[in-house]
């Protein structure tokens, strides 16, 4: 049974800066959330029920916003603000535990990974990025990915990677994973036969990137353990799932829906535009407002 994800949340944001001098990039929010607090709803939505935190002691802020703050909501009922005060209260869904744990060196994503393994033990667990935002707009909110990636996991066994069809021009940003067919079906699995990190769009073996979403085998441990530093110096993750293949099947996942990715300015504006477009609450009025200003800079 996997109830528990590891979130790395270590990283210190540069690419965001200078938002994130002194906030964690994981805390700027999209619409009136932090990036944060989405990852751990989609985590509980997939049955989650143990998180592990890979954090740094520049991100307190992260710690605060899941714990109870009775201050604020002593306040929030004085005032009878009774909807902020169930908002407060609801950040960490019931039932999930959310334990910290920091690593000390940047030694990269394979590094933080590997941190877990004294709290998680030697058993199967899910990766999940706090970068990337993944939602399906479309679908009932009692499924998603993550869900199914689990669930393919515990039927077969297979350790599960989610991968997004990409533009090959951005292949350098991203793990790209090689398949025996050429077609990978939407919301199917297939085994991967090489995994890499970040190569120039000539040498990737495909146009599917992997988009921050992992479902593993506890045999990952040992090849992390055994991976040495790599690409940037790091500890790389892709390296230590390229030694899991030639162990034991693990198979690419194609996202139902689409990648939110939030780790770079632009895509992080655009995420945000989307979000508050589709949100229930603000869409509506948004859109006429955006269309109005869209308007006034085209004329
Ligand atoms: C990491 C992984 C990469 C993956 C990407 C997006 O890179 O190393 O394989 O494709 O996340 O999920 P980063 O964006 O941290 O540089």
Redesign the pocket.
Same mark, same amino acid.
Request: hydrophobic residues 35%; negative net charge; without cysteine.
């Given at each position: 049974m996997i109830n528990t994800a590891i979130i790395p949340v270590a =990283?210190l944001g540069t690419r965001m800066l200078p938002a994130t001098k002194a906030i964690p990039k994981e805390m700027l929010p999209i619409i009136d959330k932090p990036l944060i607090q989405y990852i751990v709803e989609e985590c509980a939505l997939a049955g989650i029920t143990n998180i592990v935190l890979i954090t740094h002691s520049s991100k307190n802020s992260i710690e605060d916003h899941f714990d109870v703050s009775f201050e604020l909501e002593s306040t929030l009922e004085k005032r009878v603000k009774r909807q902020l005060l169930a908002e407060v209260q609801s950040i960490v869904p019931e039932n999930l535990s959310i334990m910290h744990i920091r690593q000390g060196k940047p030694l990269g994503?394979g590094h933080a990974i590997l941190i877990g393994r004294k709290i998680v033990g030697n058993n199967p667990f899910a990766v999940v990025?706090p970068?990337?935002l993944i939602n399906r707009f479309d679908c009932d909110l009692s499924s998603s990915n993550l869900f199914d990636m689990i669930h393919r996991y515990e039927t077969t066994g297979h350790s599960q990677v989610m991968v997004e069809e990409i533009d090959l021009q951005l292949s350098e940003?991203? =793990?790209?994973v090689d398949l025996d067919s050429s077609k990978l079906a939407v919301g199917e699995s297939e085994a991967i036969t090489r995994i890499v990190?970040?190569p120039q769009p000539s040498k990737a073996p495909s146009n599917l990137?992997?988009? =921050?979403?992992y479902v593993f085998s506890r045999s990952i441990w040992d090849m992390l353990e055994d991976t040495p530093l790599g690409l940037g110096d790091e500890i790389?993750?892709?390296d230590a799932i390229d030694k899991l293949l030639k162990h034991e099947m693990v198979e690419a996942y194609k996202i139902i829906g689409k990648?939110h990715?939030c780790?770079t300015k632009e895509s992080y504006f655009l995420t945000n535009i989307e979000y508050i477009l589709r949100s229930q609450r603000f869409g509506e009025e948004f859109s006429v407002k955006a269309e109005k200003l869209i308007n006034e800079f085209s004329t």
């Open positions: =990283g994503l990025l970068d990337v940003s991203y =793990g790209i990190e970040k990137a992997v988009v =921050g979403r790389q993750l892709t990648s990715d780790g």
